[in-house]
Nanobody
């Protein structure tokens, strides 16, 4: 069964840093595009960063220059390094994996990890 397990969330002061990790089942990781989403209270879930199998990253404008997504295929893990955190980064962060099988995309979600940035 495919599983994504996040870790690394917590409470940090504004300007601080956190690194999130997402460990994925080997079944999917090597072929998967991996994403980090976040959802703040009362808001829709939004895409924060993505990284495809060859390692090319993409970022939401709100986090460019502050967040870095990376992957270690040997460890089946994707990371989100978050620097210069702001109170508006407070949210539950979710790891998401998507794998294509023919013309069908399969989507997998982690359980989420809370990030709270105090002012």
């Amino acid at each position: 069964q495919v599983q994504l397990v996040e870790s690394g969330g917590g409470l940090v002061q504004a300007g601080g840093s956190l690194r999130l990790s997402c460990a994925a089942s080997e079944l999917i990781f090597s072929r998967a595009a991996m994403d980090w989403y976040r959802q703040a209270p009362g808001k829709q879930r939004e895409l924060v960063a993505s990284i495809i199998s060859d390692g090319s990253p993409n970022y939401a404008d709100s986090v460019k220059g502050r967040f870095t997504i990376s992957r270690d295929n040997a460890k089946n893990t994707v990371y989100l390094q978050m620097n210069a955190l702001k109170p508006e980064d407070t949210a539950v962060y979710y790891c998401h994996g998507r794998v294509a099988a023919g013309i069908t995309w399969y989507n997998y979600w982690g359980q989420g990890t809370q990030v709270t940035v105090s002012s």
